[in-house]
């Protein structure tokens, strides 16, 4: 019995063969089509020399291939490299270099950066399998052609039994230095991302049959995963969607109307988005056309700030349906999940029911006491990753022992209320202290957001005399219209304690975040460093009110 990728796939293939898997526009691959050309590629990569824990690059877009693709890696059970595709040159040398990835698999449009850093960059890079996405650059004549590389490919499943031990990466990070890889074995990653621990019970699936087998008893559930398959939870919406019999919609660019016209064109219940990032375009879209979208019963945001104004303004927009707010990282996988409500919605990132292996902890290990206020660090026991790949400095600050108990502390603080729940605060690492008071940017981001002229915010910490840093934001807004920092920070005060207002702030034209929609903190700190800000408070005379 093995809780693989391939494996839980594959028992979805031999229950439900003619069922639709993958939709994008007029092209769709049945469940026994997509079994067939991903074992012909995993075929392909053997006699390309990949062995089982060798690793193979995926530079791709969301697209019918690169989901082909990453089961073909599993099949091999070699160990699948995201690769971020707005990478420039010297992330792309770090990330081929780091991975020790053997096989690229590429869309055609980045043939120019791969051949450049092949060229100037060692790698253990032996081969690149080039898919064709239309565009106007030529392939590198030493190439695969990835329909040429399926069509000599065995399509039978001739592979030899997988182990739990199998292994999963997950590249991350990027905005606040190197990408790293977060390590896991597949079945820990499949407990927390994969269905295989009930996400409201908490029970462990103990029946490697149990997805398909409910999946093949019932109706098909259409998924719309949006983010980018850089992101880990858009590539486990995936998995998950195959593992059950569902059907899972992809398409390679985010497009808000665009986004729409496919959920009515393709009947999609569940939405799956990272934060505001995605969902306040789109949600913008819909009040300017009033597109089908009859068939959504849950829009589900994971892993960047889902802010409280926004999601007010969904549940105005799908009163029927429900409105997830998720908590979860690389490190941790799933953490636990909100029900957003209308007029309940908390500042901030969420507050969730956590699952019974996601703790907050002192720092010497101890859980800090609910509905205490106090200020602890978010951790995970239970199926967690092994290490950062080839990083055991960073692997041992991040993974620790206490009492006996292995946990995983990706960064992030949070409290405890009364009755349990876990509201986060953010990651430590951009916290800002600012006279002695420590400020979350994520909550005073939500709170700016609240106000109708913001379309999107970073806040961050700068220089300050007198406090040693204050707090600052970067903010794109509404048709040009730029409001006065008083008139911002009267929202601010609505909602937060006056020492969290920004002191000062600068206008853009657009806020730069990653692909998977998370803010990018170090742009935000050179933007404000670059220039004198738009409109500031004095400093000297503010209060800490």
Not at 56 to 82: D, H, P
Not at 117 to 125: E, R
Not at 295 to 315: C, E, G
Not at 457 to 471: A, K, L, T
Request: charged share 25%; with cysteine.
């Amino acid at each position: 019995m093995a809780y693989t990728v391939a494996d839980l796939f594959e028992h979805a293939v031999d229950l439900m063969p003619e069922r639709i898997a993958l939709e994008s526009g007029e092209r769709s691959r049945t469940y026994a089509e997509l079994e067939e050309r991903s074992n012909a590629l995993a075929h392909a990569l053997r006699e390309l020399g990949v062995q089982p824990g060798d690793a193979v690059g995926l530079y791709s877009r969301n697209t019918i291939e690169a989901v082909e693709a990453m089961l073909a890696i599993f099949k091999a059970r070699a160990v699948m490299a995201n690769v971020n595709y707005r990478y420039v040159e010297h992330e792309l040398e770090h990330l081929f270099t780091d991975s020790g990835m053997k096989v690229l698999i590429h869309e055609r449009q980045y043939t120019d950066r791969v051949r450049n850093v092949l060229s100037k960059t060692p790698t253990d890079i032996t081969a690149c399998i080039v898919i064709d996405d239309e565009g106007s650059v030529a392939a590198d004549p030493a190439a695969h052609a990835y329909e040429d590389v399926l069509a000599r490919g065995r399509r039978d499943r001739d592979f030899e039994e997988r182990s739990n031990d199998d292994l999963y990466m997950l590249y991350t990070g990027g905005t606040t230095g190197k990408p790293k890889g977060v390590v896991w074995r597949q079945e820990d990653v499949w407990r927390v991302l994969g269905g295989g621990i009930d996400w409201y019970s908490g029970r462990p699936i103990e029946d490697e049959w149990e997805q398909a087998r409910a999946g093949a008893e019932s109706g098909q559930l259409v998924r719309f995963a949006i983010p980018p398959f850089i992101h880990g939870g858009s590539q486990w919406a995936i998995f998950q969607s195959l593992f059950a019999g569902g059907k899972a919609v992809v398409y390679p660019d985010f497009e808000p109307h665009a986004i729409w016209r496919a959920v009515a064109d393709h009947g999609v219940n569940v939405v799956f988005i990272t934060g505001d990032a995605m969902a306040r375009p789109m949600i913008d879209a819909l009040d300017e056309h009033d597109y089908d979208t009859s068939t959504v019963v849950s829009v589900a945001s994971s892993a960047a700030l889902f802010s409280p104004a926004v999601k007010d303004r969904y549940l105005d927009r799908f009163p029927n349906a429900v409105i997830v707010d998720a908590i979860g990282s690389s490190e941790t996988g799933f953490g636990g999940m909100g029900i957003a409500a209308k007029g309940t919605s908390r500042v901030g990132a969420p507050t969730v029911k956590a699952d019974p292996n996601t703790h907050v902890l002192r720092a010497d290990g101890t859980e800090v006491t609910p509905g205490s206020g106090e200020v602890g660090v978010l951790a995970r026991s239970g199926h967690i990753p092994l290490r950062y790949h080839g990083d055991p400095a960073k692997s041992a600050q991040t993974f620790v022992v206490y009492d006996g108990v292995r946990y995983s502390l990706p960064g992030d603080h949070a409290v405890v209320e009364a009755d349990g729940t876990i509201t986060m605060l953010g990651r430590g690492s951009v916290s800002i202290n600012t006279g002695g008071e420590k400020v979350f940017p994520e909550e005073v981001e939500a709170a700016i957001k609240g106000h109708p002229g913001v379309l999107d915010v970073v806040v961050v910490g700068v220089p300050d005399e007198r406090f040693g840093q204050r707090v600052a934001a970067v903010i794109a807004t509404r048709d040009g219209v730029r409001p006065a920092l008083e008139e911002l920070n009267e929202t601010v005060r609505a909602e937060l304690a006056g020492y969290k207002c920004p002191r000062s702030i600068w206008f853009v034209d657009e806020v730069k975040r990653s692909p998977a929609g998370k803010p990018d903190y170090r742009w935000a700190a050179e933007t404000a460093a670059a220039r004198e800000p738009d409109d500031i408070l004095n400093t000297t005379t503010a209060t800490k009110a």
